[in-house]
């Protein structure tokens, strides 16, 4: 008896979110149809694609190989530090998404359309807006100049998952302030260090 105890509680806990999420999904549902329909317009829609997909992690690497190239030996450290830090975020990314089970919006509403694959099924938190603001926050710290160019390219990384239809607006912030929680912490927990 005492082994199905904790099986219990998880199941109470995992059903309190998602009977929290689909109240939240019946209002933000009102914001996601409209923007979602605003990639009926192929430009639109292909642009907002090709940006979620470099912002899955191929833009923020690849800028990762190429800031040594440009800055020199001073970047190697702040590379290597930025790529450990992304290390985290997927790693806490994975295991929200694990604990808290949100649908996306296609899943559970017929008026919004998935308009590229998503990369697993649950919503809650965005991984692309995580990393997004984690690499903004760490390239404002290191490289000013850099965090300034990439700046529009992860706000459009953070509007594309709604516009897409894989995302609510909630599972956007959350990423970005977990993000930056994460980006923050990293960066504290160096100067505390003495590195």
């Known amino acids: 008896m005492s082994g199905l105890k904790p099986q219990k509680q998880y199941g109470l806990r995992s059903l309190s979110f998602v ?29 907002f694609a090709a940006v979620s997909r470099l912002g899955n992690g191929i833009a923020w690497y690849a800028m990762l190989a ?3 190239l440009v800055f020199g030996l001073s970047a190697v450290v702040p590379t290597l530090h930025m790529g450990l830090t992304s290390l985290v975020v997927v ?6 998404k694990q604990k808290l089970v949100r649908e996306r919006p296609f899943s559970s509403h017929a008026a919004v359309r998935p308009l590229t694959v998503p990369l ?9 807006s995580m990393h997004a603001c984690a690499f903004i926050v760490m390239l404002g710290h290191y490289f000013p100049a850099v965090m300034w160019i990439m700046l529009p390219f992860a706000v459009s990384v953070a509007l594309s998952r ?16 977990v993000g930056w929680v994460l980006a923050r912490s990293s960066l504290a927990l160096l100067i505390f260090v003495g590195v």
């Open 19 to 47: 009977n929290g999420f689909q109240r939240l999904d019946a209002l933000e549902i009102k914001l996601c149809v409209p923007c979602n329909d605003m990639a009926r317009i192929p430009v639109v829609r292909y642009y």
């Open 66 to 68: 190429v800031l040594p």
């Open 91 to 96: 790693a806490l990314h994975r295991l929200l």
């Open 120 to 128: 697993d099924r649950y919503s809650f938190p965005s991984g692309h």
């Open 162 to 177: 709604v516009i897409l239809g894989l995302h609510y607006p909630s599972d956007v912030f959350a990423g970005a302030v």
